[in-house]
């Protein structure tokens, strides 16, 4: 699976981490998670100082939104094209 992000960058994901919980200060638990990733051009032989990390990710009506909601970034899940067999 590819990823993108509304403020240019994406690629590879290798893990996703989570759930984690955040307090806020009205008391409310917020579940939200980590997208770990790779960029493209790296996947298959990369290291793990190659590694991004989009966090506090929540899902919101089927968009990967940021937890804070003064935070607009938007991540977009992309099909990739299968490698060969």
């Known amino acids: 699976m590819a990823v993108r992000t509304s403020y240019g960058t994406g690629g590879i994901v290798i893990a996703v981490k989570g759930p984690a919980?955040?307090?806020a200060?009205?008391?409310n638990e917020y579940p939200h998670f980590t997208?770990?990733?790779v960029p493209a051009d790296l996947c298959g032989r990369h290291s793990?100082?190659?590694h991004n990390w989009i966090n506090?990710?929540?899902v919101?009506?089927?968009r990967i939104l940021k937890l804070r909601e003064a935070n607009s970034d938007?991540?977009?899940v992309e099909a990739m094209a299968p490698?060969?067999?």
């Open 21 to 23: 919980i955040h307090i």
């Open 25 to 27: 200060q009205d008391g």
């Open 56 to 58: 506090e990710c929540v």
């Open 48 to 50: 793990k100082l190659d």
């Open 74 to 76: 938007e991540v977009f």
């Open 35 to 37: 997208i770990v990733y």
């Open 83 to 85: 490698g060969p067999s």
């Open 60 to 62: 919101v009506d089927g």
